[in-house]
Nanobody, 124 residues
């Protein structure tokens, strides 16, 4: 059983900061890509930031404000969000792609794994 557990959401005023954390648990051998997506009410889920083999990818709307970091040894990924504005309000989901994990007798590949989501609200 593998899962992603997120923490760190909440309510913040415009211009404020929040840090989201995500940890993958289970008998994991490796993860190809870890990242964060978000979904605002009435909108499609969108990529916020992702990291793969040290390469970072950001949505244009968060460049210069958000920073993604990961620890491959611990299977964790964090998202530091600065200078938040109301348009950043959404449920943020941690995502892992290409998760290789072991069972009792063999290994498995999970293409897409999602966390439960954490609410980020930016409001005065």
């Amino acid at each position: 059983q593998v899962q992603l557990v997120e923490s760190g959401g909440g309510l913040v005023q415009p211009g404020g900061s929040l840090r989201l954390s995500c940890a993958a648990s289970g008998s994991i051998i490796g993860i190809a890509t870890m990242g964060w997506y978000r979904q605002a009410p009435g909108k499609q889920r969108e990529l916020v930031a992702a990291v793969r083999d040290g390469n970072l990818n950001y949505a244009d709307s968060v460049k210069g404000r958000f920073t993604i970091s990961s620890d491959n040894a611990k299977n964790t990924v964090d998202l530091q969000m600065n200078n938040l504005n109301p348009e950043d309000t959404a449920v943020y989901y941690c995502n892992a792609k290409g998760v290789v994990y072991t069972g009792t007798t063999k290994s498995f590949l999970l293409n897409d794994l999602w966390g439960q989501g954490t609410q980020v609200t930016v409001s005065s």
